[in-house]
């Protein structure tokens, strides 16, 4: 981006001896009142940093929201995402700044004149951004294996933590809660079949209940973990000691039969239930839903660790033993939320989905207050108060501005999914688009 200011060129004739000095003057002030003109381009610098910074983020962060919602897009219609990453923005501004007096000469007879008749000031200011970004595909070994990473369980109870409501989290990051599960086959491209989901809504609704009243709390607790069977005290000695430390673990000495164990301390994350509220209804609700034995004030939160066909009885289990989903399989789930042109379903390019009674499925009630987008046609732009939006198969896909759980998910997503797309160092293809305007 360049700019500049047209050479200011007045004229004064120079008559006689007596107006020279009454010139002077004039020319005097004209080139002061220039030079202070000028001498403002010295702020040009933050005055540069004030006009781009803010702009380049905002560009930025449109295009990174605009960018994940396509994906979203596109895994709803079994098509492939693709990410680019701004790796670096390199802003160079140039001022350049001229100012200079020609002597207008004329000539006469054949003798040239040496003196001149009128002197013609010029001024000139010009003005150059020249950005240069550098674009990097986010397709490299380490991305895809943390792409398709779950979350663990302390990843889990970390945004657990967070201001994000639990049924948000838990719906968009868990497979199942003991085995009951969240529409696990939505995890993936879209199903034939319609996967069963109402169990697990029906108990992550009652968990965000008990949250909003204070009643639940996510934590942990240190714990021994031993790792070895108990040995005579008598054989530890100071070295055994000193090994066991330098690798992690510590003996735990008994004194009732002078024994010793091998183990670790461990956090072990855990929910704490407030005792005054085991027998309220939406308690209940949620032991039943997750088939929890009842009446406890703390259940062991695990990843994994339930044999799926150990029981299936309410009452049974005394921790929450879960399956996280990984990033990838969070964006396949709620791409489930974007409603499809029926043109489009007609068509096959989107597939559709099946009860089992063999009618068309409603995806709307497994995302409903956690992820919609809806679509307008290609000659129809999308809503001014959209809060994002993309084209895709010659449809526009927008999130509603209005629509704060949809926003409230996908700027969930759009963070972690930051996480996992920071660029790396490495052999990988760099795009540089050198920009000059």
């Known amino acids: 981006m360049s700019r500049s200011l047209a050479p200011v060129m007045p004229s004064f004739s120079v008559l006689s001896r007596d107006v020279a000095p009454r010139i002077a003057v004039v020319i005097t002030a004209l080139i002061s009142a220039l030079i202070t003109a000028m001498s403002a381009g010295c702020a040009s610098g933050p005055a540069s940093l004030i006009d781009t910074r803010l702009p380049y983020n905002e560009a930025i962060k449109v295009t990174s929201e605009q960018q994940l919602l396509l994906n979203i897009v596109r895994l709803r219609y079994t098509d492939t995402p693709s990410s680019l990453t701004v790796a670096n923005v390199t802003a160079q501004f140039e001022l350049v700044k001229q100012l200079q007096l020609t002597p207008f000469f004329s000539a006469s007879g054949a003798e040239p004149n040496r003196s001149f008749t009128a002197v013609l000031p010029q001024a000139g200011i010009s003005y150059a951004d020249r950005p240069t970004i550098s674009l990097v595909p986010i397709d490299d070994a380490e991305f895809t294996r943390k792409l398709f990473t779950p979350l663990t369980v302390d990843g889990v109870l970390y945004l657990a933590k967070t201001t994000w409501p639990i049924s948000t989290v838990f719906r968009l990051y868990l497979e199942n809660i003991n085995w009951v599960p969240n529409a696990e086959l939505a995890s993936g491209p879209t199903p034939r079949l319609a996967p069963p989901y109402s169990s697990f809504l029906r108990g992550v609704e009652a968990l965000g209940k008990l949250q909003a009243e204070g009643q639940i709390v996510f934590g942990t607790q240190e714990r021994f973990d031993p790792v070895s069977d ?10 055994a000691v000193i090994e066991a430390a330098k690798n992690g673990f510590e003996f735990r000495f008994n004194k009732a039969d002078a024994s010793a164990t091998l183990g670790k301390r461990v956090r072990q994350p855990m929910l704490f239930i407030d005792p005054k509220a085991l027998e309220s209804p939406v308690t209940k609700e949620f032991t039943s839903a997750f088939q929890l034995k009842p009446g406890r004030t703390r259940y062991d939160l695990t990843a994994e660790d339930v044999d799926p066909f150990s029981s299936t009885e309410v009452g049974a289990y005394e921790v929450i033993d879960i399956e996280p989903r990984s990033l990838l399989q969070a964006m396949y789930f709620v791409s489930h939320g974007v409603h499809v042109p ?46 994002v ?12 501005g209005d629509d704060h759980e949809t926003k409230a998910t996908f700027s969930l997503l759009m963070e972690l999914s930051r996480l996992d797309l920071q660029t790396r160092a490495g052999d990988k293809p760099v795009l540089t688009l050198p920009i000059g305007r």
């Open 342 to 387: 029926p043109e489009h379903l007609q068509s096959g390019i989107a597939r559709t989905t099946f009860d089992r009674s063999g009618n068309v499925f409603d995806w709307q009630p497994v995302t409903a207050g956690l992820f919609q987008a809806h679509w307008s046609k290609g000659d129809a732009p999308p809503p001014a108060n959209a809060h």
């Open 230 to 239: 108990s040995i005579p005290a008598a054989k530890v000695d100071a070295m």
């Open 389 to 400: 939006s993309v084209r895709y198969q010659n449809y526009w896909f927008y999130i509603p």
